[in-house]
């Protein structure tokens, strides 16, 4: 059974970083891509960014580019979003997923989903 558990969220002021945790369990972490997504109120989920798992290979969307850096520790299971300089446009419930096989930045096609860490920026 895939369990994903997201950890690290919280209210932050608008310059800080903060570094959010996905631990995962239940995969067979060398077929799997690891995304983050976010979703802010009245607002579609949006793609951050993946990862894979194996090569550590990251891609990002155009728009999260320069501020947020996704990694992981195989042997911890976890993956990370490193996240700088944060905007309190950046504020959101963050999700991790996990896909097999290949980059995809549609939601839909997450077969894994953790429960969200909520991100607040004040200004």
């Known amino acids: 059974q895939v369990q994903l558990v997201e950890s690290g969220g919280g209210l932050v002021q608008a310059g800080d970083s903060l570094r959010l945790s996905c631990a995962a369990s239940?995969?067979?972490?060398?077929?799997?891509?690891m995304g983050w997504f976010r979703q802010a109120p009245g607002k579609e989920r949006e793609f951050v960014g993946t990862i894979n798992w194996t090569s550590g290979t990251t891609y990002y969307a155009d728009s999260m580019k320069g501020r947020f850096t996704i990694s992981r520790d195989n042997a911890k299971n976890t993956v990370y979003l490193q996240m700088n300089s944060l905007k309190p446009e950046d504020t959101a419930v963050y999700y991790c997923?996990?896909?097999?096989?290949?980059?995809?930045?549609?939601?839909?096609?997450?077969?894994?989903w953790g429960q969200g860490t909520q991100v607040s920026v004040s200004s």
């Open positions: 997923a996990a896909r097999k096989y290949g980059v995809i930045s549609t939601p839909s096609g997450y077969d894994n």
């Open positions: 239940g995969l067979t972490f060398s077929r799997y891509y």
